[in-house]
């Protein structure tokens, strides 16, 4: 692309993205963009106003990168500076005494990093959301720019079913499920206040003396494109609005006859707020044409069926901008229109809070639906999508006040059962304003703490909000929050140096920065993060796999075996899935019994409730019937909301309320949502047995968003299961509903009851919801495994059976750089510590330069093992190698390391692979150790340190890799190995060695054992495990491919490629012979000449040695290397 990715980022973010095309047609990149002088945008950006408003921020731009330019120079000296510095430590270090004092000062450093590591916690939780951005999610930015690389190369390809599948992959990658926050509360608690203090925009939601409507719902978001604040403003329709108004004028008219009293009547005083904030007095006396006049409601965006856009450089201008549509200013003297009316949702954009909303939405939602049902709709859809609840109430009415507690009751059915809500947490806010007294805050933190007890026990007592939930204790907390206090602290928030205890205390006292925490670990940076690079490795590993392999055999086995094992998995789903559906039938039956013999009951306890009498109640009932069997008492109403069709339920929902809490469970995962996390194929098992297609593996092991996307689709379900018996009944008795809302006149009530009561008793209702809800967890278990079966199998299928497909971009360096990424970023917890004293792996010395001898290591045989266990002796501080292995310790002082080598358990490593032998080490005076790698460059592929100790595995990231060494920081190392993510083909530095392996008849002249190994295998641990035969010193270096396939050839024999056998670099399994050459047939007059062959690349030699007949008849086994020598 001619205009880079910056160039298009920045002028989007300027607001001027119009002009991206006259970028990228004059072929402007990052360096020319900011090489741009001031006569060159009259072309690029004709227009003077934005051309001046580019002008001055361009100006900006420059002199911030020259700024950071100077920045980045003055580190890059403090590094060098600090190199040197180190270099003459580590020349100090030669005598004993310096290497203490080092030791001694890293202690100190450790100590001071300490502490401030605890400062800069308390600052971090006492923050507001303009932190800068977590490490891992700009990890996560680098991989997406990566990927939409990639998918542009993608894009200018040919359409192919390969092609679009990779397609399809990148763009699920980018898919993003945002976690919802509900926040429910009366008027006047304090919702607008809790959510600008936790995001420290003080100015944002307007809050205050103006009473904020509570029909409309406000989603706040974070901009995550630009720095404007934004407001989306949606309206209900043109023609939502019209049948309201008609239903208003209705009702004030009296234009239905009526033969009852008004004794109870529905309340219409919302109804008259709202003809009141919208057309003041102007709406009095108006008929419905009148009042649809388009000269009375001047939003255009309204009658376009569109959302009305904001866009506003602070909170406090779109705080103004967006009042008039979300509150209810009925106190004014002077009449100002008020919009609420005809809002359905308002939208709100925060800029730079991506620490807390990247992937969360904060929802302010009033405490139940509306009439209006479009509105009603969103509501249910907010409410059934919340992650975590909040009810926000008053400190002071925290128990008292009933509302608060009523909206849990009545909202449970939606976020619970219905719902997918995890976590709720009741919020007494306006903390701050108890006591005025010296000893303030110790009076508040008294009365919040016995607050919070008498909230608990208040909750412990709504068992019909409990039984929504396997654990509601667990998930229940209460928070007591001042949005006012933290204010006024963060607005005398001192300087990091200046911060003290006092000042950390006050702002934790108001609990806003609880609610951050909760927040930002509902964010989840780091599992986003690590999803969207593992989901990234795979679909590069798979283009590789497409472009470099062939392998028909081989890839035929492994799919026959995934298929088998995707079959047995899928029956074992299949079983549990009808078992759950054996046991709602039962205790549906149960329900339907019980709601057959109570039938009369269950509609009189609607209809004719105790303590009304039927005179009055003729409106509650006929809106009940107008309306689907559902009653929304308005905004003012007393009235509590009234569904018939839940009510007739009740019997069968309670008879399924534990197994169905259960088995779909929102604070714990139900055995269905079980199955679906743990379904594997068990791609690792499948390493060992066929390495050459580990890139495939890794694709398919990655294949892990079907997952989310199955326990999303389960979610989804969930809620249409648990409202399916309610609903169906709706449907059942709709005909019975629309029949009632049409009887006038004189007795008119009792005909509706009469209408209602026949049709429930022969419409059969019951069974026909059972048989619903049944049919539902059916269509639940076929489309589970329908999905598993058929997105798995194409998986395997486009991975396993796809043809060589070389037209494939070269993604290499993409894929080497994620890979890079992958092993800075992975821990991996380890259930248990491997075995030091297991069979281990061997190692070839390396001798070093300049080096000079020192007492070789001596060999301790261990009675317990059959391995050897050496002891370097280090007479004094400084830097030694062991001969034998190619280990280098940096010493802090004089001392014995003892080390071994041990055998790898490949189960706790996941995706990652060996990359060298694993070491046990004993020695409290190791400060620093160099581990021999075998790679040919050391820039190739990032390798990173294994380190097991305590139970744990943790990966450590190298100082720095030298031409044959890894160097890490581990002082006092326990186990440790290279490891790198996934298996490399990338040539690496390797040793032939050969053993001459007598027979047991002395006349025969025996067997002659060739071994490929990666040159980090030490030849002692061969020996070892060759004794009885003869070492043959070879030049044994060369360089080969792991997975690629090798020949042996030999002049002497028959037959002159003995073989073609696969080089493997695996440390984790008994060395045995890549070749065996018989040696009956040679001649003791001839030498022999073994060449080494790379048969996929026209068999081009790599190796080659000739063996003299003397050395096979007499062989000389050289004497061993040097023992550890000291690096001067």
Not at 257 to 285: M, N, P, S, W
Not at 632 to 642: D, L
Not at 749 to 756: I, N
Not at 1030 to 1040: A, K, V, Y
Request: negative net charge; charged residues 30%; glycine residues 4%.
């Amino acid at each position: 692309m001619a205009s880079s990715d910056f160039v298009r980022d920045i002028l989007t973010k300027w607001d001027l993205s119009q002009w991206i095309k006259n970028f990228e047609e004059e072929e402007i990149d990052e360096e020319g963009f900011l090489l741009l002088e001031e006569k060159e945008l009259i072309h690029l950006i004709p227009k003077i106003g934005p051309r001046t408003k580019f002008a001055h921020k361009h100006k900006l731009l420059k002199e911030q990168n020259k700024h950071s330019n100077v920045e980045e120079n003055f580190e890059v000296a403090t590094s060098s500076t600090a190199s040197i510095n180190t270099a003459k430590s580590s020349s100090e270090n030669s005598m004993p005494s310096t290497g203490v004092e080092k030791h001694l000062s890293e202690k100190r450093k450790h100590e001071v990093a300490n502490a401030n590591m605890q400062r800069k916690k308390q600052k971090s939780m006492a923050a507001s959301i303009d932190l800068p951005p977590i490490f891992d999610s700009e990890q996560k930015t680098e991989v997406k720019k990566i990927m939409q690389r990639v998918r542009g190369k993608l894009d200018r390809m040919p359409s192919t079913k390969l092609t679009d599948f990779l397609r399809s992959k990148i763009d699920v990658l980018d898919e993003d499920r945002k976690e919802m926050v509900g926040v429910f509360g009366k008027t006047g608690a304090g919702k607008s206040s809790l959510i600008n203090a936790i995001l420290g925009k003080t100015k944002l939601l307007p809050s205050g003396n103006q009473g904020a409507c509570t029909s409309v719902m406000i989603q706040v978001e974070a901009n995550m494109t630009n720095e404007k604040y934004i407001a989306e403003i949606e309206f209900i329709t043109v023609q939502d609005w019209k049948d309201e108004l008609w239903s208003i004028l209705q009702v004030t008219s009296g234009e239905e006859e009526e033969d009852e009293d008004k004794e109870i009547d529905v309340e219409d005083g919302d109804d008259h707020d709202k003809i009141k904030a919208l057309y003041g007095k102007e709406g009095h006396g108006k008929n419905l044409e009148e009042l649809m006049d388009k000269k009375l409601i001047e939003i255009p965006e309204f009658y376009s069926s569109c959302k009305k856009l904001f866009f506003c450089d602070t909170a406090e201008e779109l705080s103004k901008k967006i009042a008039c549509y979300i509150l209810s200013d009925s106190n004014s003297d002077t009449f100002e229109r008020m919009y609420w009316p005809l809002v359905k949702c308002l939208t709100v954009k925060v800029p730079n809070c991506k620490d807390l909303l990247e992937h969360v939405v904060l929802v302010d939602l009033p405490g139940n639906g509306d009439c209006n049902k479009s509105r009603d709709t969103m509501w249910k859809s907010f409410v059934g999508n919340c992650s975590a609840v909040w009810i926000v109430s008053d400190i002071s009415r925290a128990i008292s006040e009933k509302e608060s507690w009523e909206i849990l009751d009545s909202t449970v059915p939606f976020f619970g059962s219905g719902g997918e809500c995890r976590s709720i947490s009741f919020i007494c806010t306006k903390t701050d304003e108890e006591s005025q007294k010296d000893n303030a805050r110790s009076i508040n933190l008294t009365r919040n703490e016995k607050t919070k007890e008498e909230v608990r026990e208040m909750f412990n007592e709504q068992e019909d909000v409990k039984k929504h939930f396997s654990d509601a204790e667990g998930l229940f907390k209460v928070f007591t929050v001042s949005s006012k206090k933290y204010n006024m602290e963060k607005q005398s928030e001192p300087d990091e140096k200046e911060m003290t205890e006092q000042w950390m205390n006050a702002l934790n006292d108001t609990e806003i920065p609880h609610l951050q925490e909760f927040l930002r670990n509902l964010n989840d940076h780091r599992k986003r993060a690590s999803d969207y690079i593992s989901g990234a490795d795979g679909i590069l590993s798979l283009i590789q796999a497409a472009r470099n392999s062939d392998m028909k055999y081989s890839k035929e086995v492994m799919r026959k075996d995934l298929e088998l094992r995707l079959k047995d998995n899928l029956e074992s789903i299949g079983q549990d899935m009808k078992k759950l559906h054996k046991v709602f039938d039962h205790c549906l039956s149960q329900g339907v019994k019980k709601s057959e013999d109570s039938d009369e009951k269950l509609m009189n306890e609607i209809l004719e409730p105790e303590g009304i009498s039927g005179s009055g109640y003729h409106k509650v009932v006929k809106c009940l019937c107008q309306n689907d069997g559902i009653y929304e008492p308005t905004r003012t109403s007393q009235t509590e909301k009234i569904d018939l069709n839940k009510h007739l339920a009740k019997y069968m929902l309670n008879d399924i309320a534990k197994i169905f809490t259960h088995y779909f469970s929102n604070d714990k995962s139900g055995p269905i949502k079980e199955r679906i996390e743990n379904f594997t194929l068990d791609t690792n098992s499948l390493y060992e047995k066929h390495k050459c297609l580990f890139l495939h593996l890794t694709f398919l092991e990655t294949e892990k968003e079907l997952k989310p996307e199955l326990i999303c689709y389960l979610l989804k379900k969930k809620k249409q299961t648990y409202n399916t018996l309610s609903e169906s009944i709706k449907d059942s008795m709709r005909v019975s509903y629309e029949n009632a809302s049409m009887h006038t006149g004189n007795g008119y009530l009792q005909q509706m009851k009469d209408e209602l009561h026949q049709h429930m008793k022969k419409a059969n209702i019951f069974q026909k919801a059972k048989k619903d809800m049944l049919d539902g967890l059916t269509e639940l278990k076929d489309h589970i495994l329908k999905q598993m079966k058929c997105k798995l199998q194409e998986s395997i299928e486009i991975s396993l059976q796809t043809p060589n497909s070389s037209f494939l971009p070269d993604v290499t360096e993409d894929y080497n750089k994620i890979k890079e990424l992958m092993a800075h970023f992975c821990t991996i917890p380890v259930t248990t510590i491997l075995d030091p004293h297991a069979k281990n792996t061997g190692f070839q010395s390396q001798s070093l330069a300049g080096q000079k001898d020192v007492e070789g290591p001596r060999i301790l045989t261990s009675q317990h093992t059959r391995w050897s266990t050496y002891r370097l002796q280090c007479p004094k501080a400084g830097i030694f190698q062991s001969g034998l292995t190619g280990l280098v310790f940096e010493m802090a002082g004089k001392g014995d390391v003892h080390f071994k080598m041990s055998q790898w358990d490949t189960s706790v490593l996941g995706s990652m692979t060996p990359a060298g032998p694993l070491f046990s080490i004993s020695c409290p005076a190791v400060l620093q150790l160099h581990l021999p790698h075998c790679m040919c460059d050391d820039e190739d592929e990032v390798l990173s340190v294994a380190h097991f100790t305590g139970g744990t595995m943790e990966i450590v990231k190298p100082l720095k890799t030298t031409a044959s060494h890894v160097v890490v920081n581990i002082p006092n190392p326990s186990l440790v190995g290279l490891i790198r993510c996934g298996l490399s083909t990338l040539p690496i530095q390797s040793q032939v060695l050969l053993f001459l392996c007598p027979q047991g008849n002395t006349n025969q002249k025996g067997m002659l054992n060739v071994f490929l190994l990666p040159k980090n295998v030490p030849i002692c641990k061969v020996k070892h495990q060759q004794k009885g035969s003869d070492f043959i010193q070879t030049s044994s270096e060369c360089t080969l491919s792991p997975g690629r396939r090798y020949s042996l050839c030999c002049e002497l024999v028959d037959c002159n490629i003995l073989k073609s056998m696969q080089f493997d670099s695996d440390y984790t399994r008994k060395l045995l012979p890549t070749f065996q050459v018989s040696l009956e047939c040679i001649s003791d007059a001839k030498n022999m000449n073994l060449t080494l062959l790379d048969r996929e690349t026209n068999d081009q030699k790599v190796w080659e040695f000739v063996v003299q007949t003397s050395s096979i008849t007499s062989p000389s086994v050289p004497a061993p290397p040097s023992g550890p020598s000291r690096l001067q």
